[in-house]
């Protein structure tokens, strides 16, 4: 019998766009949104809410304020939201895939999983976040 294939492997190595929310190209918030839809969760698009990925306090206060949509939680599972300072402001995010891994994308690289446990990624996560719509076990 076949061994299905994980869930995140449909989304490995999507092109980096800025502001994209798309297959074609995604940004990390971007990604974030695409993986949601596929198990049915839709999350807004902030599409207009900031001009490009280099505008950080945008990005910063846009995560804040959808937060009253997600749960903080220590123990992450997948699809859980894991975000992350970049400077002074959280202005990153990503998917947990299993707990020590996550799903997101950067500029000037495809969309890959990493560990947000290595050194460069521990010093910068904020938190992890559960949406509404999956709390129920939580």
Do not use: N
Request: positive net charge; glycine residues 12%.
């Amino acid at each position: 019998m076949p061994v299905a294939a994980h869930w995140s492997t449909a989304f490995i190595g999507l092109p980096y766009a800025d502001l994209g929310r798309t297959r074609a190209g995604v940004d990390c918030w971007g990604l974030v949104r695409l993986v949601l839809k596929s198990q049915g969760i839709d999350v807004p698009s902030y599409v207009g809410g900031y001009a490009s990925t280099l505008e950080r306090g945008e990005i910063a206060g846009l995560i804040e304020g959808a937060k009253p949509a997600w749960l903080k939680v220590e123990e992450p599972r997948p699809f859980d939201l894991v975000t992350f300072r970049r400077g002074r402001l959280e202005s990153h995010v990503g998917i947990v895939v299993e707990p020590g891994r996550m799903l997101h994308v950067t500029s000037g690289a495809p969309s890959r999983i990493e560990s947000y446990r290595d050194d460069y990624w521990r010093v910068r996560l904020t938190g992890f976040w559960r949406h509404a719509t999956l709390r129920s076990g939580s």
